[in-house]
């Protein structure tokens, strides 16, 4: 039996004539870049995570570099950010000549720990990014009462997160600004890179919006040093039908997830600690976690990893290293050690494929492989 780690080609056949549709009507409209396909899935967008406004952008790395640009961030400011993520999180932060300083996980959750905060603070920090990684928002109370003591703007990297909730919020929509992937293998992918950038402030959004386009109001006369942000009509029209099946696809991950957790239990693989699950941080909030990816936790992780690739079954690992170890922060002076727990994470985690249309079979083959092992 083959488990792939996601089946894009899978997940589309249901929709395919209606995106093949979707495509000739975009291509007969003659308008490709911004317009009312962009307008109309800016609105709902806005609307399923429940904030006033969104802006359309050409990918998730886009929407954070226009957040932190709108923000006013320059070089020499300091931005606190996930030690444990993918590498966007804090490339668009170096982009911009600011500097990344960076605090350790909660290694539960895999998200920041809110208690190291504090500490990080200096009289150059200008903002915080928790990344609400893997689907799941990180704990957001104490870190906004922490940023608004200080003065310091909060920008959520929700690109993993769409629609993940929080007290009643959902990811992006709980800060100042939150930035969404649409990258094809996110749980509402374009069939290509886009983003969004989401806000209940109407001026930081209107900055955004002039942003996007090189800072030109009127055209060809501008009055802020932006970029081109900008998102297809394509990948919008693309979007606003995929969108639609959103909910059912976060739901079936749901089951697989609760359906993983009792496979693992039932092969006694819990109790004896040999695998640790996902734990879920908000258990008020029953749609706390969207189950972008599923993670697991494992000793030999390498050999179990060679191990179910023999038998079929793909797996990654999202991290391998975390972010204050990377090469190309290495004039930053952190050294191993630094960052224990999202170093741990980074040695132990497996993501498990999760996708909406894996089936009851392919998943007790995975736990099976996994209790052979
Ligand atoms: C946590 C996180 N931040 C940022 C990004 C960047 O998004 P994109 O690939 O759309 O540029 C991604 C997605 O790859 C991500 O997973």
Same mark, same amino acid.
């Given at each position: 039996m083959k488990v792939p780690l996601l089946d894009l080609k899978t997940h589309h056949k249901p929709i395919r004539r209606q995106l093949l549709d979707t495509a000739k009507k975009v291509i007969d409209s003659g308008h490709y870049i911004l317009g009312p396909e962009v307008a109309a899935l800016e609105k709902e967008i806005a609307a399923y995570s429940r904030v006033k406004f969104a802006v359309g952008v050409s990918s998730g790395t886009d929407a954070l570099l226009l957040a932190l640009m709108t923000a006013g961030i320059k070089p020499g400011d300091e931005i606190i950010t996930s030690a444990f993520s993918f590498f966007a999180t804090a490339g668009v932060i170096a982009r911009l000549g600011a500097t990344p300083v960076f605090a350790d996980i909660d290694p539960r959750s895999y998200n920041l720990d809110a208690s190291l905060l504090a500490s990080a603070i200096t009289p150059k920090t200008k903002a915080i990014i928790p990344v609400h990684l893997y689907g799941q928002c990180a704990d957001m109370e104490p870190l906004l009462k922490l940023a608004a003591q200080r003065g310091l703007a909060v920008i959520e990297d929700a690109a993993q997160a769409i629609g993940a909730e929080y007290k009643g919020k959902r990811a992006g929509g709980i800060g100042l600004a939150g930035c969404l992937s649409f990258f094809p293998t996110k749980n509402l992918g374009a069939l290509g890179d886009a983003g969004m950038l989401l806000t209940n402030d109407a001026a930081f959004a209107r900055k955004a919006l002039l942003l996007r386009v090189h800072g030109a109001e009127p055209k060809y006369y501008h009055k802020l040093l932006g970029a081109n942000f900008r998102i297809d009509a394509l990948q919008a029209a693309l979007l606003r039908v995929k969108a639609r099946r959103l909910d059912r696809w976060t739901a079936q991950r749901r089951q697989n997830a609760a359906r993983y957790a009792d496979l693992f239990r039932r092969a006694g693989l819990l109790e004896s600690g040999v695998v640790g699950l996902p734990s879920v941080s908000h258990p008020?909030?029953?749609?706390?976690? #969207? !189950?972008?990816?599923?993670?697991?936790?494992?000793?030999?992780?390498?050999?179990?990893?060679?191990?179910?690739?023999?038998?079929?079954?793909?797996?990654? #690992? !999202?991290?391998?290293?975390?972010?204050?170890l990377q090469e190309c922060f290495k004039d930053l002076g952190y050294k191993p050690g630094d960052f224990p727990a999202s170093e741990q994470a980074a040695q132990e985690i497996l993501a498990l494929p999760i996708y909406p249309e894996l089936t009851r079979r392919q998943q007790a083959f995975v736990v099976d492989s996994i209790r052979q092992f």
């Open positions: 008020q909030s029953t749609h706390g976690h #969207i !189950y972008h990816q599923y993670i697991i936790r494992v000793q030999r992780r390498d050999e179990l990893r060679a191990y179910l690739k023999k038998k079929g079954i793909d797996t990654e #690992i !999202y991290y391998p290293l975390p972010l204050p």
